[in-house]
């Protein structure tokens, strides 16, 4: 028999233990990340009844992922716990480009991608390649290489082989050719087309092809949410190694876009994307605030409110194409004071789902509203 005493102190108890939990449940898991910002690393073990200590990717129905700077992966404790927490796919930011892989005409240099693949195998993350070619990033080597036309073709073909073959069953996928064209449409005058021809870009996803034929290979660019012109582009490029059966699997759209874009854009690039029936990867994905590049610009609730409308509008357009397209979505690196966008527009920007103190922003909570 239950007492009145008895009774009204399992009332308070109902009334007041969940608010002692769920206090409880927010320092726990908030606690890390107030002392991680004030410069000390600290991990706790959670408890499993706390529902706030959830993560990014146990949310989507299709990959999520982040680009990493291998610097931050070897030296920075809080920034590898995010990554492994939150993410379950990975792309190098840098460590797979030529550059970094194939510094001189007769070294490769595996150790910082190998240690990524390390990583990866390790923590049960998808790792993506990128990228095989690109005008950007080549060691001065190949910016000054003089061979004939026979010469540049056994080059270009060396280093996609070489690469390939040494990630194979260990990289799924591949950014082939990376930005290959120009916004208004026309092909880009890169070293590679000056020097091999336009249709270059088609024995690159050949080469990769022999040496993985097994490897999920991509077209990547920027700006399909803001020029048609570059999107008609890329869709006959498409068409065209459709019709010649050069393999290629995918489109990645990096989607490096400013808080303003606006819904009809994001809808035009995922659903032209998807209209080609290959894989779509949101491969780069950023949304810049700092539009008029401001000096020491604030990051304002007004700007975290739109930003976060933003993230949520790409992830729910993309959510709609048809489940087997969709190879996933990728932010370009973690935190803000990760993102390439501050020296790239000399000024500040907030631009990635994590603060600087990896503390989740709006925009975390926007991209899992996306899939609701
Ligand atoms: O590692 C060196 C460091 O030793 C040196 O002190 C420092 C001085 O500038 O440079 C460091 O290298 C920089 C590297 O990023 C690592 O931070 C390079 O200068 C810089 O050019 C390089 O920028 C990268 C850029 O691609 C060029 O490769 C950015 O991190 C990376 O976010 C950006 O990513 C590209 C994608 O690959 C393709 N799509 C667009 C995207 C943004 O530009």
């Known amino acids: ?123 049960g993350k998808q790792l993506h390649g990128h990228t095989l070619n690109w005008y950007q990033y080549l060691p001065a080597w190949v910016n000054n290489f003089s061979g004939d036309s026979i010469a540049w073709e056994n080059m270009l073909k060396t280093h996609i082989q070489t690469v390939v073959t040494h990630f194979k069953g260990k990289v799924a996928s591949w950014d082939v050719v990376n930005e290959y064209f120009n916004d208004d449409g026309t092909i880009r005058p890169s070293i590679w087309v000056k020097n091999l021809g336009a249709d270059y870009i088609a024995r690159c996803f050949q080469y990769a092809h022999e040496a993985d034929p097994d490897a999920i290979l991509f077209y990547n660019d920027y700006g399909h949410e803001y020029s048609s012109a570059k999107r008609t582009a890329i869709g006959k490029l498409i068409n065209s190694f459709k019709e010649r059966n050069i393999p290629i699997h995918g489109i990645g759209l990096q989607f490096h876009m400013t808080y303003t874009q606006s819904d009809a854009n994001i809808s035009a690039a995922i659903d032209f994307a998807a209209a080609t029936g290959l894989k779509v990867h949101i491969s780069e994905l950023d949304v810049r605030v700092n539009t008029n590049k401001v000096q020491g610009l604030a990051f304002t609730d007004a700007m975290a409110a739109q930003q976060a409308d933003r993230y949520k509008q790409v992830v729910k357009t993309y959510n709609a194409i048809p489940k087997s397209q969709q190879f996933g979505i990728t932010t370009w690196n973690v935190g803000d004071a990760d993102s390439w966008v501050p020296s790239w527009q000399g000024a500040p920007d907030y631009p990635l789902p994590f603060d600087a103190n990896y503390l989740r922003k709006s925009a975390y909570k926007a991209i899992i509203k996306g899939v609701k």
């Open 1 to 123: 028999m239950i007492t009145f005493t008895e009774a009204k102190a399992n009332e308070r108890m109902k009334k007041y233990v969940p608010n002692f939990l769920l206090m409880f449940c927010f320092f726990w898991t908030a606690a890390p990340q107030m002392l991680s910002a004030s410069g000390r690393t600290i991990s706790f073990p959670v408890p499993q009844f706390c529902a706030a200590d959830t993560n990014l990717y146990q949310y989507m129905p299709f990959p999520m992922g982040a680009s990493v700077a291998i610097s931050r992966m070897k030296n920075n404790a809080r920034y590898i716990e995010v990554v492994t927490k939150e993410f379950n796919s990975i792309t190098a930011e840098n460590a797979m480009k030529f550059r970094s892989l194939h510094p001189t005409e007769n070294t490769f240099n595996w150790a910082d991608a190998d240690y990524l693949v390390d990583f990866a195998q390790k923590n």
